[in-house]
């Protein structure tokens, strides 16, 4: 399997500022990784899907320059929200999704974004 | 566009009943469907089926696939306060790679 880590697991920032997101799989070497957002009692909504060494795709909808995803090595994606408002408080989680045909997704532990 | 449905959406259950939970799904290149349940963190994994009428079984929760049908089903047998979380179904097509793509979701409470 692969391990995923994320971080950090909370943060609370204030309106206007930026947050960054990190997701290191620790044990894999992970050409895509993707993106969730989640509302209370909702699915895992994919934002993005994060490609090394290229642009992330976005899914429709979701605003690139607002999300901005950095996929620099084969170990560590980041997730930034930039000016972060208190509609973007949810709970954003990571996953290098099915390492080989046989086997689960593996997502980091999310992290819950508070804005205020 | 792959699709992948849910239902019910939520559902309230005393201790013991039996649960099930539906998925059905329309997928260009089917890979492989999987069932996660999540608390309150990242979700825990249950299941993987990719063959058709084989059941999996671990413990009290069970799940099938009918490829034919396009449909999943995970059972809950003997219900407890613990298997209140929000159940998700997802879908792997081999055209998408490694991405899966998720249902709703089903809330699931069990009161005592």
């Known amino acids: 399997g692969a391990v995923v880590s994320q971080h950090p697991s909370w943060v609370i920032c204030k309106s206007g500022t930026s947050v960054k997101i990190e997701c290191r799989s620790l044990?894999?070497?992970?050409?895509?990784m993707f993106w969730y957002r989640q509302f209370p009692k909702q699915s895992l909504m994919l934002m993005a899907t994060?490609?090394?060494?290229?642009?992330?795709?976005?899914e429709q909808g979701v605003e690139k320059d607002k999300f901005l995803i950095n996929h620099a090595s084969l170990t560590l994606s980041t997730l930034t929200v930039t000016s972060a408002h208190p509609e973007d408080s949810s709970f954003y989680i990571c996953?290098?999704?099915?390492?080989?045909?046989?086997?689960?997704?593996?997502f980091g532990q999310g992290t819950r974004l508070t804005v205020v | 566009e792959d699709k992948v449905v849910q239902s019910p959406l939520s559902l309230v259950v005393h201790e013991g009943d039996t649960v099930t939970l539906n998925c059905s799904y329309e997928?260009?290149?089917?890979?492989?469907l999987l069932w996660y349940k999540q608390e309150k963190k990242a979700p825990t994994f249950l299941f993987m089926l990719?063959?058709?009428?084989i059941e999996k079984k671990s413990g009290r929760l069970s799940s099938i696939l009918d490829k034919k049908e396009l449909f999943s089903i995970l059972n809950i047998t003997a219900t407890q306060t613990g298997d209140s979380a929000v159940y998700l179904c997802?879908?792997?097509?081999?055209?998408?790679?490694?991405?899966?793509?998720f249902g709703a979701g089903t809330i699931l409470r069990v009161k005592s």
């Open positions: 997928v260009t290149n089917f890979r492989s």
């Open positions: 997802a879908v792997g097509d081999v055209k998408y790679g490694n991405k899966l793509v």
């Open positions: 044990d894999f070497q992970a050409t895509t």
């Open positions: 990719t063959s058709s009428g």
């Open positions: 994060s490609n090394e060494g290229s642009k992330a795709t976005y």
């Open positions: 996953s290098v999704g099915q390492t080989q045909m046989n086997t689960e997704a593996f």
